[in-house]
């Protein structure tokens, strides 16, 4: 099983202008990799927006590179690490065929062909595999197909785990079970962005955050609770993995603890130097059935493979999205391109005076 070299392999990231896959571009940027392909369905969407500071060698549409794939492109010979995080990621999604084209079929042409040129093959799964938790939230478990996911979305990540595991392959790849990830590059997602997303802008409209109210009697409501995970800390988790040669199989990403929703809304407002100020609301009725109230990254696994990984506080997490973030309009990597153009003030005000 191979591993990558940072600084000389060539990378193919797909969904690379989405919400992980940008703040994934971003992390490799700031370790000083740049021989990056960009894949990604742009659409009519402003997510382009989260690539223009960022630092890569080619960008293609999605359609383009599934087609060079199968006809085996070999200007794609030289890619040594694929990070596949392209899919459509709304729970909501109804046309389980439109799912199974973009999130299964995709996938498996993508990791054929990775393991076909030795490429280091890295895909998102998702925790919605784990449905409601029933069967637990273990990533240990070598039997996947236990798992009873609650939307046609976890379905058709789950399909691809047992694939994987039933071809024989799944060792041999990595593949990642994110929990609830938040933070910048979210704002193109509509209603699947983060709840801090959606409650900053609540607050600042109205003063205030609507939460659903729970409809199990062992939740209170705003106790529903979630691993919420910040994005940055994804990342950082996923190159980790990437990078260590012996890793191979299914890894939970999340926090390992869980907060509530009424936690997480707390350090939202602490963020904006504003009390909490919380309207509980009723669930709608189709996602009584498909909303989970727990969920708990156990990270026995990836510890075990990444012992120095630090993940952020979620007030700290908060802080930094808000104020560093949300407040200014600011994009990752937005930073980078301000730092640049200060320096280059001084430079362009002399030579119009000399001019």
Same mark, same amino acid.
């Not at 120095?308 to 200014?328: C, F, G, H, K, S």
């Not at 937005?334 to 001019?355: G, L, R, V, Y």
């Given at each position: 099983?191979?591993?990558?070299?940072?600084?000389?392999?060539?990378?193919?990231? %797909?969904?690379?202008?989405?919400?992980?896959?940008? @703040?994934?571009?971003?992390?490799?940027?700031?370790?000083?990799?740049?021989?990056?392909?960009?894949?990604?369905?742009?659409? %009519? *969407?402003?997510?382009?927006?989260?690539?223009? !500071?960022?630092?890569?060698?080619?960008?293609?549409? @999605?359609?383009?590179?599934? =087609?060079?794939?199968?006809?085996?492109?070999?200007?794609?010979?030289?890619?040594?690490?694929?990070? /596949?995080?392209?899919?459509?990621?709304?729970?909501?999604?109804?046309?389980?065929?439109?799912?199974?084209?973009?999130?299964?079929? +995709?996938?498996?042409?993508?990791?054929?062909?990775?393991?076909? /040129?030795?490429?280091?093959?890295?895909?998102?799964?998702?925790?919605?595999?784990?449905?409601?938790?029933?069967?637990?939230?273990?990533?240990?478990?070598?039997?996947?197909?236990?798992?009873? !996911?609650?939307?046609?979305?976890?379905?058709?990540?789950?399909?691809?785990?047992?694939?994987?595991?039933?071809?024989?392959?799944?060792?041999?790849?990595?593949?990642?079970?994110?929990?609830?990830?938040?933070?910048?590059?979210? *704002?193109? &997602?509509?209603?699947? =962005?983060?709840?801090? /997303?959606?409650? +900053?802008?609540?607050?600042?409209?109205?003063?205030?955050?609507?939460?659903?109210?729970?409809?199990? !009697?062992?939740? &209170?409501?705003?106790?529903?609770? =979630?691993?919420?995970?910040?994005?940055?800390?994804?990342?950082?988790?996923?190159?980790?993995?990437?990078?260590?040669?012996?890793?191979?199989?299914?890894?939970?990403?999340?926090?390992?603890?869980? /907060?509530?929703?009424?936690?997480?809304?707390?350090?939202?407002?602490?963020?904006?130097?504003? !009390?909490?100020?919380?309207?509980?609301?009723?669930?709608?009725?189709?996602?009584?059935?498909?909303?989970?109230?727990?969920?708990?990254?156990?990270?026995? &696994?990836?510890?075990?493979?990444?012992?120095?990984?630090?993940?952020?506080?979620?007030?700290?997490?908060?802080?930094?999205?808000?104020?560093?973030?949300?407040?200014? *309009?600011?994009?990752?990597?937005?930073?980078?391109?301000?730092?640049?153009?200060?320096? @280059?003030?001084? @430079?362009?005000?002399?030579?119009?005076?000399?001019?």
């Amino acid at each position: 099983m191979n591993a990558f070299d940072s600084t000389q392999s060539r990378i193919l990231v %797909t969904g690379g202008a989405g919400f992980i896959g940008s @703040a994934l571009i971003w992390d490799l940027n700031q370790r000083g990799v740049d021989d990056i392909i960009v894949a990604d369905f742009l659409g %009519t *969407d402003e997510k382009w927006k989260n690539l223009a !500071p960022l630092r890569f060698n080619d960008y293609l549409e @999605a359609d383009d590179l599934l =087609r060079r794939v199968e006809l085996d492109d070999p200007a794609l010979a030289d890619v040594e690490l694929i990070f /596949h995080l392209g899919a459509i990621s709304a729970t909501t999604e109804r046309d389980a065929s439109l799912l199974i084209r973009n999130n299964f079929e +995709y996938t498996k042409a993508l990791a054929r062909w990775a393991l076909a /040129h030795d490429a280091r093959f890295v895909y998102a799964s998702s925790a919605a595999t784990y449905g409601d938790g029933a069967a637990g939230m273990s990533d240990l478990e070598l039997d996947v197909s236990v798992f009873r !996911p609650l939307n046609a979305y976890g379905y058709s990540k789950q399909l691809f785990d047992r694939y994987a595991a039933r071809h024989g392959f799944l060792d041999g790849v990595v593949g990642l079970k994110y929990f609830n990830v938040f933070g910048p590059n979210e *704002d193109h &997602k509509g209603d699947m =962005r983060s709840l801090v /997303h959606k409650a +900053y802008r609540q607050i600042l409209e109205t003063g205030k955050v609507k939460l659903f109210k729970s409809h199990r !009697p062992d939740f &209170k409501d705003g106790e529903q609770m =979630r691993d919420f995970l910040y994005v940055k800390d994804a990342v950082n988790m996923t190159i980790e993995l990437a990078e260590t040669a012996t890793a191979g199989g299914l890894f939970n990403v999340g926090t390992g603890r869980a /907060h509530s929703w009424l936690e997480l809304v707390s350090a939202i407002f602490e963020a904006m130097d504003l !009390p909490p100020n919380v309207e509980f609301i009723d669930m709608p009725e189709a996602l009584r059935g498909k909303y989970q109230y727990f969920t708990q990254a156990d990270l026995t &696994k990836l510890r075990g493979y990444c012992k120095d990984i630090e993940i952020t506080p979620l007030t700290d997490a908060v802080r930094d999205y808000i104020q560093n973030y949300l407040v200014p *309009d600011r994009r990752l990597g937005d930073e980078i391109s301000e730092e640049a153009a200060e320096s @280059a003030e001084p @430079a362009a005000t002399e030579n119009a005076t000399e001019a």
